[in-house]
């Protein structure tokens, strides 16, 4: 297994987790209140399992929801970092939305490339 499959399904897994946990725990439910974006969590929610999924589907079967799932998350993370800049979140527990944009933005540009 190489090292952008490992990160494939890191990524994957990762989104998975932390979109049922949007959905179903009060502690995001809670974060989300602080952002001020309590409207958003379903959605949030949503879209990160949606991603997660898009990853593992578009590795084995499609790589171009492969790329639009990977950038899609990638937008996502950018967009998560830049709420925890606006509401002024200290910069260590808001360095790992910014990791995931980072990593899923190298997904959706290594996968384009191999098209």
Do not use: W
């Amino acid at each position: 297994m190489n090292s952008i499959t490992i990160i494939t399904f890191f990524s994957a897994f990762s989104f998975l987790f932390y979109g049922f946990n949007c959905l179903f725990t009060e502690h995001m439910k809670n974060e989300f209140i602080r952002y001020g974006l309590e409207e958003k969590r379903s959605l949030t929610g949503i879209l990160q399992i949606l991603g997660g999924l898009g990853l593992i589907i578009g590795y084995f079967y499609m790589p171009i929801l492969l790329i639009i799932s990977a950038g899609g998350l990638a937008l996502l993370m950018i967009l998560g970092f830049g709420v925890r800049i606006k509401i002024k979140d200290p910069i260590l527990p808001s360095i790992p939305s910014f990791l995931y944009a980072i990593l899923n933005l190298y997904l959706c540009v290594k996968y384009a490339t191999q098209i």
